[in-house]
């Protein structure tokens, strides 16, 4: 296709311009964004790719393409999977945030089938359980990201109105699977944040009862608790956990939107916070 003026482009769309521009075909820009996904370079990553696609999918563009946009940003979370410390993450995080958009814009407009957003859902669940390159800003190269963006993706999952009480409980469980996992590194970069705020998005669906998130919260709680082998930093071992449950617990407090079962999931978060900080809660 005729090279494409994506300066000019990105100044459009700061001005307010909703629409591809009718000299190129949606389908070029589209492959085109779609590598640019993976470009190390912040600017071509995040400064054009991502607010392209996400706001063309906002705006109802790909609403007759939904359907392939997202299967294609589900192939995207494979690109790479396994590596560390690769370029290719890039790749798998971003494709994760514009998954997050098309499963946001069909709670809105509902034009895809529930098998679809279920699918959806199987390969973005496996991915983040997989993911093993999970660093967050990478010198010279911007925000890779992976946990939070996945957990952003989470959370749109969490919105569609065809989760119930089963798939958000699964949910769950994957959160817990990653903040958990041995490999998962110690998530410093507003990470944590990120997946309590996932989780408010499964909470505020009043689909979960408090027979099912206590017990989860005494999961995370057990990792935060967990025995270091002698000499190693026991950090490493609970400091995501912890993390989480802080951030949950403020979550919880201060959000104006919280879920019906607010007051008991306080008492529970509570408890177990004393328990993880015996020396200074209890």
């Keep these: 296709m005729a090279s494409v003026d994506w300066a000019r482009l990105q100044q459009g769309l700061r001005n307010g311009d909703r629409t591809p521009p009718a000299e190129h075909r949606l389908s ?28 063309w999918t906002e705006h109802g563009v790909y609403d007759d393409l939904l359907a392939g946009l997202g299967d294609g940003m589900c192939a995207g979370l ?6 560390h410390g690769t370029d290719t993450v890039f790749r798998r995080s971003f494709s994760a945030l514009v998954l997050a958009e098309c499963i946001d814009r069909d709670t809105r407009v509902r034009r895809q089938p529930q098998t679809r957003i279920m699918q959806w859902g199987d390969r973005l669940a496996a991915w983040y359980v997989r993911e093993r390159d999970l660093r967050g800003f990478v010198p010279g190269k911007g925000w890779a990201h992976a946990a939070a963006n996945g957990a952003d993706a989470l959370g749109a999952l969490a919105r569609s109105p065809y989760f119930g009480a089963t798939e958000l409980t699964v949910l769950l469980d994957v959160v817990a699977d990653r903040v958990l996992d041995p490999a998962t590194p110690t ?11 996932a989780v408010m998005e499964i909470l505020r669906r009043d689909r979960v009862p408090l027979a099912v998130v206590e017990p989860w919260i005494r999961r995370l709680e057990s990792g935060a608790r967990a025995r270091a082998t002698a000499g190693d930093d026991p950090y490493v071992a609970t400091g995501n956990a912890q993390a989480v449950l802080r951030a949950l617990y403020l979550q919880l407090t201060i959000s104006p939107r919280h879920p019906s079962i607010r007051s008991d999931l306080l008492l529970s978060l509570v408890a177990s916070l004393r328990r993880v900080h015996p020396a200074f809660l209890a």
Excluded: K, N, S, W
């Design 28 to 55: 070029d820009l589209t492959a085109d964004l779609t590598r640019m996904l993976g470009d190390p370079d912040p600017y071509v990553r995040d400064g054009i790719a991502y607010p392209f696609l996400a706001t």
């Design 187 to 197: 998530l410093r970069h507003g990470e944590p944040d990120r997946i309590a705020h």
């Design 78 to 83: 494979e690109v790479g999977i396994g590596d």
